[in-house]
């Protein structure tokens, strides 16, 4: 096959975005529909105010443009105010994840370099709205570092509905855990 090693070792992942795939996309409306029934259930719709859906499964099935599908749903457009897309990647930086976070609702960049002040920022503009998030490709499995990124969303935001693609069972089971905790 002609396979040559890469030099440093692994390849650097490729990062993704909410941009639709325009060619070579196999219809999903299951998996999207079987998404959005998550996102409707009792579970999501009761007094707790944020939502995490995890999509799990191996490399190359699909996780990504599952998220993307339903991000880009008009479902989605008319059910939230705002609505944000990251791509975590193995590298998991709270602050540079809340800072992306904060740059798309705002359609804006942002250049604070100060946790507190970031947190304030996003709180201020998520309180009483509606919210949709996208965690693209997370491999970060630590309790600790979810819980220092998941704070900033206890902010008085009518509802957040996260989506998190990952590989790993254990971080699937850590988001059902905060799904309990909010």
């Given at each position: 096959?002609?396979?040559?090693?890469?030099?440093?070792?692994?390849?650097?992942r490729q990062l993704t975005t909410s941009?639709?795939?325009?060619?070579?996309?196999?219809?999903?409306?299951?998996?999207?529909?079987?998404?959005?029934?998550?996102?409707?259930?009792?579970?999501?719709?009761?007094?707790?105010?944020?939502?995490?859906?995890?999509?799990?499964?191996?490399?190359?099935?699909?996780?990504?443009?599952?998220?993307?599908?339903?991000?880009?749903d008009n479902r989605v457009k008319m059910?939230?105010?705002?609505?944000?897309?990251?791509?975590?990647?193995?590298?998991?930086?709270?602050?540079?994840?809340?800072?992306?976070?904060?740059?798309?609702?705002?359609?804006?960049?942002?250049?604070?370099?100060?946790?507190?002040?970031?947190?304030?920022?996003?709180?201020?503009?998520?309180?009483?709205?509606?919210?949709?998030?996208?965690?693209?490709?997370?491999?970060?499995?630590?309790?600790?570092?979810?819980?220092?990124?998941?704070?900033?969303?206890?902010?008085?935001?009518?509802?957040?509905?996260?989506?998190?693609?990952?590989?790993?069972?254990?971080?699937?089971?850590?988001?059902?855990?905060?799904?309990?905790?909010?």
């Open positions: 096959l002609r396979l040559k090693e890469v030099a440093g070792g692994v390849p650097s941009c639709p795939e325009e060619y070579g996309l196999y219809v999903r409306d299951v998996d999207k529909e079987a998404i959005f029934k998550l996102l409707q259930s009792d579970e999501a719709s009761s007094s707790n105010e944020i939502c995490v859906v995890p999509i799990v499964g191996m490399g190359g099935i699909g996780k990504t443009t599952l998220a993307r599908l339903v991000y880009n059910s939230f105010d705002l609505k944000a897309w990251v791509c975590v990647s193995e590298k998991f930086d709270s602050f540079r994840i809340a800072k992306t976070i904060l740059e798309e609702v705002t359609l804006s960049a942002c250049d604070i370099q100060n946790l507190n002040l970031l947190q304030i920022r996003i709180r201020e503009t998520l309180t009483g709205k509606k919210f949709f998030l996208v965690l693209d490709d997370v491999w970060n499995e630590n309790y600790i570092d979810w819980d220092e990124l998941l704070r900033i969303f206890r902010c008085g935001a009518r509802k957040i509905q996260i989506i998190v693609t990952t590989r790993s069972k254990k971080l699937q089971q850590l988001c059902t855990l905060f799904q309990l905790i909010f």
